[in-house]
């Protein structure tokens, strides 16, 4: 059985992979997306499917994830999660931005 200790570490290398990953592939992308200490991230929460990624590569804390009941009463789901910025927390990085699979998230001015 996984303890909580390798899970904390199997997250922190999945971090790290996909930290390489972003690196390598996204130079490009990155110098069209605004960001710096004057912009902060701002999540388009129709957009967000609540998948966590941004939080795995954001290294200031500046993600969390809170419950949105569905839209719809027939969807039998119990939980369904989106993601929210803190606006004090955010450094304007953009690693964010180009981890999310759906586009929700963007870059504004402060
Ligand atoms: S821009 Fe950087 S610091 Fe701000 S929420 Fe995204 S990953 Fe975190
Ligand atoms: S990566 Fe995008 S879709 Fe996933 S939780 Fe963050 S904002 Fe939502």
Do not use: W
Not at 47 to 68: H, N, R, S, T
């Amino acid at each position: 059985m996984t303890t909580p200790q390798e899970l904390a570490e199997r997250r922190a290398e999945e971090a790290a992979r996909i930290r390489r990953s972003l690196d390598a592939s996204h130079e490009a992308r990155e110098k069209g997306i605004k960001g710096g200490e004057d912009t902060v991230a701002f999540v388009h929460e129709n957009l967000c499917i609540g998948c966590d990624q941004c939080m795995i590569v954001c290294d200031d804390d500046a993600i969390e994830l809170y419950d949105k009941p569905l839209a719809s009463p027939i969807m039998d789901i119990e939980v369904n999660k989106k993601a929210k910025i803190l606006r004090d927390p955010c450094t304007g990085c953009r690693l964010c931005v180009l981890a999310c699979p759906t586009d929700a998230i963007v870059m504004l001015d402060r």
